[in-house]
T-cell receptor, first 112, second 114 residues
Framework: DAGVTQSPTHLIKTRGQQVTLRCSPK?????VSWYQQALGQGPQFIFQ???????QRGNFPDRFSGHQFPNYSSELNVNALLLGDSALYLC???????????FGPGTRLTVL | AQSVTQLDSQVPVFEEAPVELRCNYS??????LFWYVQYPNQGLQLLLK??????LVKGINGFEAEFNKSQTSFHLRKPSVHISDTAEYFC????????????FGTGTLLAVQP
């Protein structure tokens, strides 16, 4: 049973560019959440998707947007990249919106 | 608003010694509590969780944690650590609500020395 998968593993972008990160949830999971983990910090909640809609959002600007597809996979888009967006981006899935979350390996984004 | 405090940023310990990683939380509503482990250059792995019932929760790899509502704590313990336990440990809470948004602490690096 495959767990949560994310792509790409690493990504290097320059300031002002746009980036798209992808996540496939664990089999049987329909809820996907995204987190940003800056170096030396705990993960920070970005938003959660369920039934292809954003259900809850953390304290992140509108430059951060997402999408969930009918097969429950999800994308995280970040526009107008800033140096401060450099972080590990983690995707988590759960079988219900209230249930335990299981994390993927993350995508390491470096903004130069 | 909820918050999580992990009082120690780093805990050095010798192999086969016991360890306790401390976690305190603040919330105006009832919460679920979690411990996750992060090995270098990897994502988060669930160690254990407290949802309800017995306040002593056993997890994977010989770890356990005790929920103390009066002290708003959820400390993680292991009676005998191994070199392979070296990792970053995160305590997290989520509200008992329709969503499972997690609020994390800043993490504790457990450094096991031979």
């Amino acid at each position: 049973d495959a767990g949560v998968t994310q792509s790409p593993t690493h990504l290097i972008k320059t300031r002002g560019q746009q980036v798209t990160l992808r996540c496939s949830p664990k089999s049987g999971h329909d809820t996907v959440s995204w987190y940003q983990q800056a170096l030396g910090q705990g993960p920070q909640f970005i938003f959660q998707y369920y039934e292809e809609e954003e259900r809850q959002r953390g304290n992140f600007p509108d430059r951060f947007s997402g999408h969930q597809f009918p097969n429950y996979s999800s994308e995280l888009n970040v526009n107008a990249l800033l140096l401060g967006d450099s972080a590990l981006y983690l995707c988590a899935s759960s079988p219900q919106t209230w249930d335990t979350q299981y994390f993927g390996p993350g995508t390491r984004l470096t903004v130069l | 608003a909820q918050s999580v405090t992990q009082l120690d940023s780093q805990v050095p310990v010798f192999e086969e010694a016991p360890v306790e990683l401390r976690c305190n939380y603040s919330s105006s509503v009832s919460v679920y509590l979690f411990w996750y482990v992060q090995y270098p250059n990897q994502g988060l792995q669930l160690l254990l969780k407290y949802l309800s019932g017995s306040t002593l929760v056993k997890g994977i790899n010989g770890f356990e944690a005790e929920f103390n509502k009066s002290q708003t704590s959820f400390h993680l313990r292991k009676p005998s650590v191994h070199i392979s336990d070296t990792a970053e440990y995160f305590c997290a809470v989520s509200e008992l609500s329709a969503t499972n948004k997690l609020i994390f602490g800043t993490g504790t690096l457990l450094a096991v020395q031979p």
